[in-house]
């Protein structure tokens, strides 16, 4: 090869590898953004999520302190331990009682004190 054909070559080698860092700076520019654009609305989901979940809690907790209220009441529809209820009634309304006792995560201290 000659001298000439030599530096056409190096020029040419040259022009490429300054097109591909140009390429490589565009790239890595455009998916920096594209990041950015996905990870902002992430991140904003992700807060509003955290919030909902904490209203949510907050929310269980008031229904349960407010079912636990009922407590007493309901202790008092239970039959006495030993006592079967005698009547398709006092049979419905024991059953009854004993579901909403559990849904409520009543315990003990919501019975009535025993005679």
């Known amino acids: 090869m000659t001298e000439s054909a030599v530096e056409a070559l190096r020029g040419?080698?040259?022009?490429?590898?300054?097109?591909a860092e140009a390429l490589e700076r565009r790239l890595y520019s455009?998916?920096?953004?594209?990041?950015?654009?996905?990870?902002?609305?992430?991140?904003?989901?992700?807060a509003v999520i955290i919030v909902g979940m904490?209203?949510?809690?907050?929310?269980?907790?008031?229904?349960?302190?407010a079912n636990q209220r009922w407590c007493p009441m309901v202790g008092l529809l239970l039959?006495?331990?030993?006592?079967?209820?005698?009547t398709d009634r006092s049979k419905r309304i024991a059953q009854e009682a004993q579901v909403l006792f559990e849904d409520f995560d009543c315990g003990p201290s919501a019975l009535p004190p025993k005679e």
Do not use: K
Request: charged share 20%; net charge negative; hydrophobic share 40%.
């Open 79 to 86: 039959p006495e331990s030993g006592e079967t209820p005698t």
């Open 54 to 65: 904490a209203v949510l809690l907050d929310n269980h907790q008031q229904i349960r302190e």
């Open 30 to 46: 455009q998916t920096r953004a594209l990041w950015w654009a996905i990870a902002g609305p992430g991140v904003v989901m992700a």
């Open 12 to 19: 040419a080698v040259d022009r490429l590898s300054d097109r």
